[in-house]
């Protein structure tokens, strides 16, 4: 056995003594002691510093995050640099950094002398060069173009040859040609390593602690290389790999082995004890030399690959018997070194390996890690200690974008997919390759992803019963660590991190890792999970202490949690008539469980990073429509030059047009190949079905614990948040090729989707400001799409009456603005010309910028006349409820109109100055969010006054004549301000401010014509004949402004001639609605009272409108008013208007001032 081990050929060695376990310790010293002599000293001339380099913080200028070891860097504010802690002045260096991350940086050499600073970095500086490769430029003082763009992930080697005076820059082992060729040398000269970071961006550096991933010819890394050491590593791990055919024997307990080795079959009988006294002398030498990082991966982490490809199929692994050796033999401490060494020499090799289309080297690595996990000693001390202790493991998940090289080599033509015109015949054959490229990279990283799962699976098994802990609970208790660690609010530097990128690949692992958990029974319960019904039982999360915050609880404010020991009444155990589980009885089994923390992860992993990853990644395709929509305007406006300068200076126009098209075909060539790359890794058909069916699992907790009574309290809020990001992602976020309607039963998951918003954005049991603000967004934005808005329709009859009844609650003490916004979105499209998605001013109207930049956000029309009819029967049946609401909504139309005045006033004074004064953007915002609240609230009441004008015509219903009044009121004040050639409003129009340009005439006149017209000339001919008499007995009501509508008069009060206004010039107005107009002012003309003179006695007036005399008296004070105005007061206040004293009641007067 000892010389089948340590003499490969006997023959050679006739007169060496035979080896014994007496003199095996001798024999192998003397042949490290002999590699130790042969070794070739490195020199270091040319550098000075310490032997092992690293970033030197001293040098630090800005705010960096360093790792441990100060080889990671991530910067943390403006733009940050920082040197290493060696210098080289002669000869020729090299060291390389991995890159995290892909934005602004700056990598290269400096001096010492180099002065830097938050706007001078690396290359700013007379004797400071560098490279960037997000700007593919380089720097030293003066710029120029150079390189390549670089990603996330690439190895960008920097070199200096200080004997040349030179500098050059490496991408992933290409070379990027000679950067810099006078780089200046001599005395007082000598080069740093040297970086500078902007905010948020990431790099490791390797200065040759490990091995270069690219090494270069005849150039040196910054550490000296341990050769010595080296080689006796070599040696013994030659003889350990040697000994594993030997301990795998008689680990089975075969009495005869038999070994091949250089043609010489040799015969041997061992036991265990032997074999280990064999490898003892080899592994105890071993174990001090595995704790370099270096020497681990050049020479243990080959061995490790070799064996892994040597192991045939359906054989134990030569890996695992391998650690099984090592962990028999090694200390402690020395295992989990080389353990923590060989774990992340293999998240670097997968996370900066060479791209390739078959992902070949990111495979190998995966497979190896896999066989890690395998091994049980293995994977539980790297699951407790390292992988989500000390390293980013979901980085194991990632599925990293390939290189526009690799890109161009699998997807060499590109359709673009995006654009809206039918293609020409020619194009079909283009799209079948892109589409046959687009299926073969998809099958690729098909293929990486199972990898990807296999080891998620060998890392979370639950085979290890029998101890304390299984591996699958350790792993969902750093799950869960990890999670709050990405939290909002966490104190983790973002250096500590996982990219977004990493967060999404990770989040479709672990749902297919989950999948493959399921179905789950366990016997002693009954319970039964299964992939298409799976939610989250309350058990799991009503009986559990957590610092997320739950739905029925305010942030400092916690939520009692019940004992689990008394009997729940919330659980019915039954199942429904799909089959589904609608309880599981009795305690949770740990198989439950683990299923339900990991569901838990997902959702919350979704929530905290996913999400926000998937929006941004789809903004590429809007980028992609630009430049297509701009290469099509190129070429439309190319040929109207050429038609229009052809004899003009045609070659210039001509060179500047095609150097356009090209930088523009370019774009949208490289734009298609990464579309191609997310449509086939991110917006997936199997990747929209792993969110789906987040969304049904999400969507069933949610219903479940809504119908268990107060469990719904004790859900944590992300549970909502994630429902409506997830169904937001799945209809604005995917693909054409990939639309929501393609998933069977979407229509369904809408309507219980639709119904969930409509019972709980008004629920009781949603305490948290926050969340109950979230809810009522979705639902505003739910409102918009025919199609969420049919879904809605389709609700319950009880979710729809229970939406209206809280969307119409009075607007007080509570966020109105959004429930304000909905009703007239369902609204909208049915009202007085009220169908426009821009406003007509706009087209109009002549403007420095892009419409679309300055426009408020205008929904398509999509009208509910469904709901409509709810709205009228709710008003209809509930008096005093309809009542409040329409009084509020008249409150808060008053408010909001005032303040848009009074803020138009101020811009009036301003513009009146003799200097020049610039008005707050603030403030402009306000006020052009003042106007927009008008304009819903006006459309809002066209919307009551149409669907159920009994509300304020009928004698009948309390309040009518008040709120009658008070909406002739405010619309004849809304009329005098706007219709006022001299006004405010006027000159704030036609001043065209900046942040106002959605204020016109247009849309407030329309709503109000709206209103008008429904009063005046709509139901029964008594109703008109009020609201009529009403509006004529209005003090501040003016016939011209309703003139106006239809082209009153064109001169101000000063006799300036003004722009003629008139709702028939006007597209958008049907010409229906304009004879509606005609017939709204002919009737007030026909039954306009003659002008009264003042009264005889003023001092019968009310001293507070001045327009009615004198008819109650409040009591206690005796101050009198008008009735009108003292039951508007009443309305929001008891005191008296005058004295502050409390009203207790009011008396009328009439009589007496009729004596």
């Not at 250089?262 to 592994?283: E, H, M, S």
């Not at 979407?746 to 008004?762: C, E, I, K, M």
């Not at 704030?988 to 106002?996: H, I, Q, S, T, Y």
């Not at 206690?1116 to 008013?1121: A, D, E, I, L, V």
Request: glycine share 6%; proline share 5%.
């Amino acid at each position: 056995m000892l010389e089948y081990v340590f003499v490969r050929k006997p023959s050679d060695s006739p007169n060496r003594l035979s080896l014994s376990l007496d003199n095996l310790d001798d024999f192998i010293d003397s042949e490290l002691e002999k590699a130790g002599r042969e070794q070739v000293v490195q020199s270091d001339y040319g550098k000075l510093g310490p032997d092992h380099v690293v970033f030197d913080v001293g040098t630090n200028v800005g705010a960096f995050v360093l790792d441990k070891d100060r080889l990671s860097l991530a910067s943390e504010s403006k733009f940050n640099t920082i040197r290493g802690t060696c210098c080289v002045f002669k000869g020729k260096w090299h060291y390389e950094l991995m890159l995290g991350s892909k934005g602004v940086m700056q990598v290269g050499w400096a001096t010492y002398n180099c002065k830097f600073s938050q706007e001078k970095g690396v290359g700013d500086t007379r004797d400071s060069y560098s490279y960037d490769g997000n700007r593919i430029r380089k720097w030293n003082v003066a710029t120029y173009k150079y390189g390549q763009p670089w990603l996330a992930g690439d190895v960008i080697g920097c070199c200096i040859d200080l004997d040349r005076g030179a500098v050059d820059f490496y991408r992933n082992g290409c070379w990027l040609g000679e950067a810099f060729g006078d780089v200046r040398v001599g005395p007082g000269l000598a080069y740093f390593p040297a970086v500078s970071l902007a905010y948020r961006e990431q790099l490791v550096a390797n200065f040759g602690a490990t091995p270069l991933r690219y090494p270069v010819d005849g150039y040196s890394p910054l550490e000296r290389l341990p050769q010595g050491q080296l080689e006796k590593a070599h040696i013994l791990l030659g003889w350990t790999k040697r000994i594993l055919p030997v301990y795998e024997e008689v680990l089975k307990g075969a009495t005869q082995m038999t070994y091949v080795t250089d043609g010489i079959d040799v015969f041997r009988q061992g036991t265990k004890t032997q074999a280990l006294l064999l490898a003892a002398p080899v592994v105890n030498r071993l174990g001090p030399l595995m704790m370099s990082r270096y020497l681990t991966e050049v020479a243990l982490l080959p061995l490790l690959f070799q064996l892994l490809e040597e192991t045939e199929d359906n054989s134990n692994s030569h890996v695992s018997t391998l650690l099984d050796l090592l962990w028999a033999i090694l200390e402690v401490e020395e295992m989990e070194a080389c353990l923590q060494n060989i774990i992340f020499a293999l998240l670097t090799g997968f996370r900066f390996s060479v791209p390739t289309v078959d992902f070949c080297h990111r495979k190998r690595h995966l497979v190896l890690v896999l066989d890690l996990f395998k091994h049980h000693a293995t994977r539980r001390y790297l699951l407790q200690n390292v992988i989500f202790e000390k390293m980013k493991f979901p980085i194991f998940m990632e599925a990293k974008t390939l290189d526009d090289g690799t890109l161009t080599t699998l997807i060499p033509d590109v359709w673009y997919e995006l654009m809206e015109d039918v293609h020409p015949a020619e194009e079909v054959y283009k799209k079948a390759l892109y589409a046959a490229s687009k299926d073969k990279l998809k099958a690729a990283v098909a293929s990486l992803e199972n990898l990807q799962v296999d080891v998620l699976e060998a890392l979370a098994t639950d085979v290890d019963a029998d101890e304390v802990q299984t591996s699958r609970e350790i792993f969902l208790a750093k799950l869960d660590n990890f999670l709050a660690e990405h939290s909002p609010g966490s104190k983790a530097l973002s250096g500590n991190l996982c990219p977004p990128s990493v967060l999404v690949c990770f989040f479709h692992r672990l749902v297919s890792l989950l999948r493959r958990w399921l179905p789950v029974y366990e016997a002693s319960n009954g319970g039964h999970l299964q992939e298409h019904s799976l939610y989250v039982h309350s058990d799991h999360y009503m009986h559990k202490a957590s610092p997320l915050t739950r739905i029925g609880e305010l942030p400092d404010l916690k939520l009692p949690i019940p004992d689990a020991a008394c009997p729940s009444n919330v659980h019915s155990g039954t199942t429904n008539s799909n089959g589904k589980a609608e309880g599981t009885p009795g305690k949770l089994g740990m198989a439950h469980t683990y299923v339900y923390s990991l569901f838990d992860g997902i959702v919350r992993l979704y929530h905290i990073g996913v999400h926000a990853q998937l929006v941004k990644l789809s903004s590429v395709k809007d980028t992609m429509r630009d430049y297509l929509a701009a290469q099509q305007s190129l070429q439309r406006g190319n040929t109207w030059e050429q038609q229009r300068y052809t004899d003009i200076v045609e070659g210039d126009v001509s060179h500047t047009v095609a150097n356009t098209e090209l930088v523009l075909r370019t774009a949208l060539t490289d734009q298609g190949r990464h579309v191609a790359w997310l449509s086939a890794v991110v917006y997936s058909k199997e990747k929209q079905g792993d969110i789906y069916w987040v969304l049904q699992g999400v969507l069933r907790t949610l219903e479940e614990a809504s119908r268990n009574g107060q469990c719904l309290r004790y859900l944590w809020d992300h549970y909502v948040e994630a429902c409506i990001k997830l169904l937001t992602v799945l209809i604005n976020h995917f693909p054409p090729t990939c639309t929501l309607t393609n998933i069977p039963g979407h229509y369904n998951t809408l309507v219980r989707y639709s119904t969930f918003l409509a019972q709980h954005f008004a629920d009781p049991r949603v305490v948290n400001t926050d969340l109950k603000d979230t809810l009522l967004r979705a639902l505003a934005a739910h409102v918009c799409p025919p199609s969420t808005v049919r879904a809605l329709e389709c609700m319950p009859t009880e979710s729809s009456m229970a939406m209206i009844k809280a969307l119409l609650q009075p607007y007080k003490n509570r966020p109105w603005a959004q429930t304000n916004w909905i009703l007239m979105r369902l609204w909208k499209g049915c009202g007085f010309a009220f169908r426009y998605t821009v406003a007509p001013h706009l087209l109009q109207r002549m403007s420095s910028r892009p419409v679309e930049s300055v426009l408020p956000n205008h929904p398509a029309p999509c009208p509910s006349v469904f709901f409509q009819n709810h709205i009228g029967q709710w008003l209809e049946d509930n008096a005093e409820g309809a009542a409040a609401f329409l009084g509020s909504v008249l409150t808060q139309l008053n408010w909001a109109f005032s303040q848009f005045i009074s803020m138009l006033q101020e811009i009036q004074n301003a513009h009146s100055r003799p200097e020049r004064v610039f008005i707050d953007t603030r403030q402009l915002k306000i006020c052009a969010t003042c106007f927009d609240l008008s304009l819903g609230l006006l459309r809002v009441i066209e919307m009551v006054v149409n669907v159920a004008p009994s509300v304020v015509t009928n004698p009948t219903r309390p309040h009518w004549d008040l709120l009658l009044t008070r909406i002739f009121q405010l619309l004849s004040q809304v009329l005098n301000r706007v219709t006022s050639r001299s006004g405010c409003f006027e000159l704030v129009v036609n001043m065209d401010v900046p942040g106002l340009e959605g204020l016109d005439h247009f849309p407030v006149l329309t709503a109000v014509a709206g209103i008008l017209v429904a009063l005046l000339l709509k139901g029964s001919l008594d109703s008109r004949e009020i609201a009529l008499s009403v509006l004529l007995a209005e003090p501040s009501f003016q016939l011209s402004t309703l003139e106006f509508l239809l082209g009153g008069p064109t001169q101000d009060e000063t006799g300036t001639t003004c722009a003629r206004f008139s709702l028939a010039s006007y597209g958008e107005v049907k010409e229906e609605e304009v004879e509606q107009v005609r017939q709204l002012v002919a009737l007030v003309q026909s039954r306009q009272p003659p002008l009264m003179g003042s009264p005889e006695n003023s001092d019968l007036l009310c001293t507070i409108c001045y327009a009615h005399q004198n008819s109650v008296r409040f009591v206690p004070c005796g101050h009198q008013s008008c009735r009108y105005c003292i039951i508007t007061h009443l309305v929001n206040n008891r005191e008296c208007f005058f004295c502050k004293a409390v009203i207790e009641k009011v008396d009328t007067t009439e009589k007496q001032n009729n004596t």
